[in-house]
C-alpha cells in the first residue's frame, strides 16, 4: 500500500520505517543500503492520485576528505579554488541519489553535488541550502566544519534533526529555481538526519506535493530508521571501496 505524502501520518510514517529496513537487507555496502532506501521511499511516496509524489531524493553523509575515494577527493578539490584540502576536512558526501531524470540515478554522475567541502563556516554561507539545513538542525555552523568533538557528542544525544521548506517556490533556500524548482514542480523540501558513527547523514526529499510542518516532524522518525539500517555498515562504506 503506498503512502500518500501530502497526508504523511503515522500509518504513512511505520509503514516507510518497516519498509527502509526491509529495503537495506542484503546490501553490501553503506552506499547499495541508502541506495536502496532511497529507491523504496521514490517508489514508495505517492500523491493523492498515486504518482511519485518526489521528483527527487538524495542521501548525504559527511566523510574526512581523506576518507573519500579518489574520484570524490578529486572532485571536492576541483571545489576548492586552488586551496589544497587538509585531510580531516568535512565532506559532504552525495551516496545515493534517485529520481526521474536518468542522471539523477547515478551519484558519480553529479555535476555539483557529489562531494561539497566544508572548510570553514564562511564558505559553507555561501551553500544555502546546506547551511540552512545545518542551521535548522540545531547545530552551531563554526563548531560544526572544525568538527568539534563537543558538538559531534552533543548531535549524538540528540533528538534526529528536520530541514523543512514548505514553499520551495521563490526560498532563497532552494538554489536552481528555474532549471529545477519550476521545472520538475517542486513544491516542497523536507529533509531529516542526525548522528551516524561521528558523522551527519541527511535524507533530502524533494516533493511535488506541499508538506505540512507536522508532517515533516515525522520524518524524524524516519531518520531513526535510516540510522538503524546503516549503523551495521561502518567498515564498508562506498560500494566501489
Request: net charge positive; proline share 6%; charged share 25%.
Amino acid at each position: 500500500m503506498p503512502s500518500n505524502l501530502s497526508s504523511f501520518g503515522l500509518p504513512e510514517m511505520l509503514r516507510c520505517g518497516l519498509g527502509i529496513r526491509r529495503a537495506v537487507v542484503g546490501a553490501s555496502s553503506a552506499e547499495a543500503a541508502a541506495n536502496k532506501a532511497c529507491r523504496f521511499l521514490y517508489d514508495e511516496l505517492t500523491t493523492e492520485s498515486g504518482d511519485r509524489a518526489c521528483a527527487l531524493i538524495r542521501f548525504y553523509k559527511t566523510h574526512p576528505f581523506r576518507d573519500l575515494r579518489p574520484a570524490d577527493r578529486e572532485f571536492a578539490r576541483l571545489l576548492m579554488d586552488g586551496v589544497e584540502p587538509k585531510p580531516a576536512m568535512k565532506v559532504l558526501t552525495l551516496l545515493a541519489t534517485v529520481g526521474e531524470e536518468s542522471k539523477w540515478n547515478d551519484r558519480r554522475r553529479s555535476r555539483g553535488h557529489r562531494a561539497i567541502p566544508l572548510p570553514a563556516k564562511e564558505i559553507v554561507e555561501k551553500a544555502p541550502m546546506i547551511s540552512q539545513l545545518i542551521k535548522q538542525f540545531g547545530l552551531d555552523l563554526g563548531a560544526f566544519v572544525k568538527s568539534s568533538p563537543e558538538l559531534m557528542k552533543d548531535l549524538e544525544g540528540r533528538s534526529y534533526g528536520v530541514f523543512h521548506v514548505p514553499e520551495a517556490v521563490g526560498s532563497p533556500y532552494i538554489p536552481a529555481q528555474e532549471d529545477f524548482v519550476v521545472k520538475y514542480g517542486i513544491r516542497s523540501v523536507v529533509g531529516c538526519g542526525g548522528s551516524l558513527r561521528g558523522e551527519l547523514f541527511v535524507l533530502i526529499l524533494f516533493s511535488r506535493v506541499p508538506i505540512s510542518a507536522d508532517a515533516a516532524e515525522r520524518f524524524r522518525t524516519v531518520a531513526l530508521d535510516m540510522k538503524s539500517a546503516l549503523f551495521k555498515f561502518d567498515e564498508k562504506v562506498f560500494e566501489d571501496s
